[in-house]
């Protein structure tokens, strides 16, 4: 098995047939396709909203305190970078001149120890990450992402597969969401088991991993349904922010034969 990491990384799997179905991050995906990648957005994932969490190495206590420090994402271009850009420029730091921001890619499961030891000032993570760092008493979490200050309706993680792909058997398309769906809901209405599984899978407490799913669960999307008018607010930012030259409609990044009767209208 090979991990990816970072969201233009991920995208030119899919484009090359690396990968052909899967999930990841709207802001590279929608660089991707508006720079003509093979593939096409066909549903949403769990984390609808953009579960992004931007936490704090303990002992610093203001935003404006961050200046000239390390932020700690998963790459330039990446969803955790484009997500800190707009939680720090909210609150009046320049991402280019103010702080210093730091692609991990293949540390980026060590976050919490990078800032433990110093290396990193602040980060943008998701869970459990954030309930691990919490539990060390490493780091505090300042902001989420799908927060009314910063992106309340916000189409993040998304599913795709490759144009050849839903040419070539659309109905295999069909059956992988359907599997999407059926293992959310068993997990939102299992979670004890949900519990353990991340316990065990990303070396937590159980503590810690329940702390993760509580903070995530009331926010999941289980019906693959996409959020269209929040995927048009996440191309418009990625246009605002210059990730594409120019603008794009949600409808063109998508292939509507996966969306439910009328979707692609709203």
């Not at 961050?66 to 850009?85: A, H, N, P, Q, Y």
């Not at 990193?120 to 459990?128: F, G, N, Q, V, Y």
């Not at 902001?143 to 597969?161: C, H, K, M, T």
């Not at 209405?189 to 949900?194: A, L, Q, S």
């Amino acid at each position: 098995m090979q991990v990816v990491f970072g969201g233009p990384e991920i995208a030119a799997a899919y484009d090359s047939g690396d990968l052909e179905i899967g999930e990841f991050g709207s802001p590279p995906a929608i660089n991707a396709i508006a720079a003509g990648k093979r593939f096409k957005i066909v549903g949403s994932g769990c984390r609808q909203r953009a579960h992004l969490y931007f936490c704090v190495r303990k002992g610093i206590d203001e935003y404006a305190a961050l200046k000239g420090k390390r932020v700690g994402v998963l790459g330039i271009g990446s969803c955790s970078d484009w997500i800190t850009r707009k939680v720090v420029d909210h609150h009046g730091l320049n991402p280019d001149r103010d702080i210093e921001i730091v692609p991990l890619l293949g540390d980026y499961p060590r976050v919490v120890d990078l800032v433990a030891d110093g290396t990193l000032d602040a980060c943008m993570i998701t869970e459990p990450s954030v309930a691990i760092g919490e539990e060390r008493g490493v780091l505090d979490f300042w902001a989420a992402g799908f927060e009314d200050a910063y992106l309340p309706d916000y189409q993040w993680i998304v599913r795709v597969a490759r144009d050849e792909l839903i040419e070539r058997d659309p109905e295999f398309v069909r059956t992988v969401l359907r599997g999407c769906q059926k293992s959310a809901h068993y997990a939102a209405t299992h979670t004890d088991e949900w519990v353990k599984l991340a316990a065990r899978q990303y070396g937590a407490s159980e503590t810690a991993a329940r702390r993760a799913v509580d903070r995530e669960r009331p926010h999941f999307e289980l019906d693959c349904r996409l959020d269209m008018q929040g995927l048009q607010a996440a191309a418009d930012l990625q246009y605002t922010l210059g990730g594409i030259k120019s603008p794009i409609r949600a409808e063109e990044l998508v292939d509507p034969r996966f969306l439910p009767d009328g979707q692609i209208a709203a």
